[in-house]
């Protein structure tokens, strides 16, 4: 950490400021400018608030330059992670295609998605059988039976599958029936939720909060890790701005700014980061160009009927097409699909 007195900070401010980063476990390290003074602080604990030292006399600012979260930092693993499932690998030079509808309906329904995502080329159904929605009124997912209709499209035709796990009773019956356990924006937060998915042993696609900073996100990340599941994804999905003209704002940015932070892989939605069907495709493709490792795209054979999502869901043909432009842009950054 780095205390920067003010100008006319007293000797007394000064000492004091030293003596209680001292008293935490701190080396203090002072040095004075003609101006100002500035303290570094080395060693301490991490997870120290720099805000108690804003807060003394004398003090312009405090900031933390390690990073609080151990496990998540690209220091761990400065080579990056290979979140490596059935044959399918998240963070290496393949890029990653996701893509399904936003809930599981039918039987039909599941099994025609099915045929389109591994017919495009895509290696992993998505489908989600517990369903955040925003009003109590909305579908909610159809639960077991609807993880049972989505385990056998996906195995049907050679794909993985992943689906959302809203709460940690839930956690077992994922486990039977995914590949991947998807946390949803909304639960991005829910830290006893997090602790339960560091004991399990199956990967988990973590979504950054619709108000949450890249920061909080690798924290989250970090609740994951420490129980001992390293097999982490994270995942772009847009964030609630004061722009109107889409449904979230999909921070693109974090996609080059998590790799650079974190060895985790990084995919990005944007079917939650728009929220409407015609700008899909553009951010998808800017999402790979910003290096992405992958991709999850809402797709259902009828989206204008889809029971949740369907103004941001594609149609088949518009999936069709997006997979080879895909291709084009992976190739372009020296990727593949
Ligand atoms: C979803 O993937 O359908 C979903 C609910 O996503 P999010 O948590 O990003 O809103
Ligand atoms: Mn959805």
Do not use: W
Not at 92 to 103: D, E, F, K, N, Y
Not at 192 to 208: H, Q, S, T, Y
Request: contains cysteine.
């Amino acid at each position: 950490m780095l205390v920067v007195m003010q100008q006319d900070a007293t000797e007394a401010q000064i000492q004091n400021v030293i003596d209680r980063l001292i008293g935490l476990g701190f080396n203090a390290h002072r040095s004075t400018g003609v101006i100002q003074t500035v303290i570094g602080a080395v060693g301490g604990r991490v997870d120290l608030d720099a805000a108690l030292f804003q807060i003394m006399d004398g003090v312009q600012d405090a900031k933390r330059i390690t990073s609080p979260y151990k496990l998540a930092t690209r220091n761990f693993r400065p080579g990056g992670t290979i979140v490596s499932v059935g044959g399918v690998e998240f963070g290496g030079p393949r890029v990653v295609v996701m893509a399904g509808p936003c809930s599981i309906e039918n039987v039909d329904q599941i099994e025609r998605a099915a045929d389109v995502v591994a017919d495009a080329g895509a290696r992993v159904i998505r489908g989600g059988a517990f369903k955040p929605r925003s009003s109590p009124y909305s579908f909610q997912g159809l639960g077991e039976e609807g993880l049972k209709m989505l385990r056998a499209a996906a195995t049907r035709r050679g794909l993985l599958a992943i689906s959302e796990v809203m709460e940690i009773a839930q956690i077992p019956m994922l486990c039977e029936y995914a590949d991947i356990l998807q946390v949803g924006a909304r639960n991005m937060q829910n830290y006893n939720l997090l602790r339960e998915l560091g004991k399990a042993r199956k990967p988990v696609l973590l979504k950054r909060g619709i108000a949450a900073t890249i920061e909080e996100l690798l924290l989250s990340a970090e609740y994951i890790l420490s129980g001992g599941n390293y097999d982490v994804i994270l995942c772009e999905r847009g964030i609630r701005t004061f722009e109107t003209h889409t449904r979230n704002t999909m921070d693109i940015s974090a996609i080059p700014v998590v790799k650079k932070l974190s060895h985790l892989p990084m995919v990005g939605d944007p079917s939650h980061g728009v929220g409407l069907r015609d700008k899909v495709a553009p951010m998808a493709r800017a999402a790979v160009a910003a290096g992405a490792d992958g991709v999850l795209i809402e797709v259902h054979h009828d989206p204008d009927h889809a029971f949740s999502d369907g103004a941001q869901t594609l149609n088949p043909s518009q999936f069709q097409e997006l997979m080879s432009e895909l291709r084009l842009i992976a190739a372009a950054v020296g990727r593949s699909i």
